[in-house]
């Protein structure tokens, strides 16, 4: 996020030369050496927090603390721009722009580059996607979209940060639109009750979204803006004096401190961001100017440095991750030692370079001059950032970085969509009616009924059918979502029990028409996300009773089919392919043991089995196909069977064709 500066200049941007004077007597427009300390707490806090050092549990709260201070600010700069007769809407996105875009293009420019010469082909895609969006300020959106089944690990996310940036800079382009109407039809008690009537707005939306909807909660604009507008009511009231001064900043820091050591992350933000909101509040209404706490040497150098800290201090996080020396000792020190020098380098030769006068560190209410030159200076740079991130994802990731080979295991592990089929398979929303894939008129030779599995597994039922037979298939597919009757979804989110109770339910029904299921299993047991009639939490043994219970009601109706489980790898398997090529193009095929895919998946294939000696449920068991000689095959021939660790290829799934033929061999109730 922002580590928003007190001018339209970096923070310190002239600390070693004499302010320019200051325009009005409002102490207000004076350097704040106690917010530039805020900026250091908060940074300290987030990088605490990343690091993983214990008694920063709750140091993500730098993120609100930064967002009040955001708020403070940008509406001093706009008022008393109003105030001194020199504010323009173009003049403070400019403002923002040269405060913002220079010191996130050099992250960009040096993550892409880097990224060309460490990342495979998938990695960069990911990479790419966020480096595009952060450049056009929307990475919260994003990261919003892409939270669930397919979210990419962390490992992946070098840009992750960049979601409060997107989030402060969607709050620059409409606060100055809406400031300025209220100040100039309402009186200050006015403003003051709409500002917190605004602010009530968005918490009360915080707080449902909590429960309903908690990546939007976190990510987007509405859901935050009454974190900043907080810091704007601060900025419309009298700061403190004297004793009531210190009281407030003891308490506020306190209120502080106690998020950064209390809270943890599970469910924020909730009713406890009001812990590091409002004790941010006190702090910038304390207005303690010559406190040592936050006014000393250190607090001010952290806090003119915070910004570029904030920006580089992820990507090494990201990097120890990779590397495997997160939460060793002597790695952690080196990158907190990184992420201050590359953020000290990144303020002194980026930032501060692209101010054009140097000015001290307060609310600037300066005129600033706009031009097309000048604009142009800060709109092209990230539209140039945005077309070569889209440039990247259009090519895959440019795998012509790597050899033939390689480049081959790239376009094996792009699923190729069977026609027709589009609509059929959500990762989160319900599609709107059941798909029926093959020619109008055909008979319905089965039902295929799933997760992602099913979406990847399709092709080999599809090439299964027997040369010369006129068929169609109902199939419909939910990522995330095991087809198992009853289910309710712990996730409110998830539209997994609505799926089931439109597409699965009817099936229990009697029917002469064939069903398919398939998913995840063992993943489902393993971390129980679905609540069941009858029984209390989530647990794996209710999932696996249910699972039972589930088959056999739905083997009363007709015929019905359970995929047992593929293979898990615990890697990603085209990505160690592809890394075998890099270092070898001679390197041996990817495998793991037989007995590890044996051991994962033993508890929920028991169940299964149970299911077909007592209830006549059929089981097809894809492990002849993709297992031999004791161990499951991840590719065949340098050919990636899985794009993931789990997911098949085409590849991969064509060679269950042979398993999924039964299906149209079998004849009577047991075949």
């Known amino acids: 996020m922002t580590p928003a500066t007190h001018s339209g200049a970096p923070p310190g941007e002239a600390a070693n030369a004499a302010p320019p004077p200051a325009p009005a007597t409002d102490p207000k427009l004076a350097f704040r050496p106690d917010i530039n300390g805020l900026r250091a707490i908060a940074v300290l806090a987030v990088l605490g927090f990343h ?16 967002f009040v201070i955001s708020g ?39 993550i892409l580059a880097a990224g060309a010469f460490f990342l495979l082909p998938d990695e960069y895609v990911l990479l790419s996607r966020q480096a595009g969006s952060s450049a056009l300020f929307v990475s919260n959106v994003l990261h919003w979209r892409e939270t669930g089944y397919f979210d990419p690990g962390i490992d992946q996310k070098w840009l992750l940060h960049s979601w409060t940036l997107s989030l402060e800079w969607q709050f620059y382009l409409l606060y100055p639109l809406f400031l300025p109407l209220i100040a100039r039809f309402l009186p200050p008690a006015r403003q003051r009750f709409l500002l917190a009537a605004a602010a009530l707005l968005s918490f009360a939306l915080m707080l449902a979204l909590s429960r309903l909807a908690p990546a939007a909660g976190f990510y987007l604009l509405p859901p935050r803006a009454w974190e900043l507008l907080a810091g704007a009511l601060v900025y419309l009231v009298p700061p403190l004096s004297g004793r009531s001064a210190r009281v407030a900043q003891a308490a506020g820091l306190g209120l502080i401190a106690a998020a950064v050591i209390l809270t943890g992350p599970d469910g924020w933000p909730d009713g406890r961001a009001l812990l590091p909101v409002a004790g941010t509040m006190l702090v910038i209404l304390a207005a303690r100017t010559e406190s040592r706490l936050t006014g000393n040497a250190i607090a001010a150098w952290i806090g003119l440095n915070s910004y570029s800290i904030y920006l580089w201090h992820w990507p090494v996080v990201v990097a120890l991750r990779r590397s495997g020396h997160a939460g060793e000792w002597p790695w952690i020190v080196a990158g907190i030692a990184a992420a201050f020098l590359l953020g000290h380098l990144s303020w002194r030769f980026v930032e501060r370079r692209a101010q054009p006068r140097p000015a001290a560190p307060r609310i600037d209410t300066a005129k600033i001059a706009t031009t097309w030159r000048s604009g142009a200076a ?32 790239v376009r094996d ?3 190729r969509p069977v026609a027709g089929a589009g609509p059929c398979y959500s990762t ?46 109902d199939f419909n597919a939910l990522a995330g979502c ?39 299993w063992a993943g489902y047991a393993a971390e129980p996300a679905f609540r069941f009639p009858g029984d209390g939490a989530a647990t794996p043994s209710s999932f696996r009773a249910n699972l039972l219970r589930s088959s056999c009601a739905l083997a009363a109706g007709g015929p019905t089919y359970v995929v047992l489980p593929t293979p898990h790898f615990p890697f990603w398997v085209t990505r160690e392919l592809q890394r075998r090529l890099i270092a070898d193009p001679k390197a041996a095929d990817v495998a793991m043991p037989y007995a590890a895919h044996e051991a994962r998946n033993r508890s ?8 077909e000696r007592s209830c006549g449920v059929r089981l097809l068991d894809p492990a ?48």
Not at 433 to 458: K, M, N, W, Y
Not at 625 to 647: E, I, K
Request: proline content about 10%.
């Open 604 to 611: 929920v294939v028991a169940v299964l089995r149970e299911a």
């Open 482 to 520: 095991p087809p198992v009757l009853g289910l309710r979804p712990v996730q409110p989110r998830s539209r997994c029990g609505a799926f089931n109770a439109r597409f699965l339910e009817p099936l229990a029904a009697p029917r002469r028409t064939p069903l398919v299921l398939t998913a995840s």
């Open 378 to 409: 800060y709109v092209f740079p990230p539209l140039a950032l945005a077309l070569a991130s889209f440039g990247i994802w259009q090519t895959r990731g440019l795998p012509q970085r790597f050899s033939a080979e390689v480049q081959a295991t």
């Open 413 to 415: 592990s792009t699923p």
């Open 51 to 66: 690091f993983g050092l214990a008694p920063f549990g709750g140091g993500f709260v730098g993120v609100d603390i930064f």
């Open 624 to 671: 002849p196909y993709l297992c031999r000689a004791g161990a499951c095959q991840g590719s065949v021939g340098h050919r990636p069977l899985y794009r993931d660790d789990h997911h098949l290829t085409d590849q991969g799934a064509r060679l269950l064709a042979p398993m999924f033929r039964r299906i149209f061999e079998d004849r009577g109730p047991r075949g």
């Open 72 to 110: 403070y600010l940008m509406t001093g700069i706009i008022l008393g721009r109003i105030e001194r007769g020199t504010f323009s809407v173009a003049g403070f996105y400019l403002d923002r722009a040269r405060r913002i875009v220079p010191a996130l293009a050099m992250l960009l420019v040096v």
């Open 428 to 473: 989160g929303e319900l599609p709107l009616e059941p798909c029926r894939l093959g020619p109008a008129g055909a008979p319905v030779l089965a039902i295929f009924l799933g997760d992602s599995h099913a979406d990847g597994e399709l092709i080999g039922l599809i090439e299964a059918l027997p040369a010369g037979t006129r068929g169609t298939f």
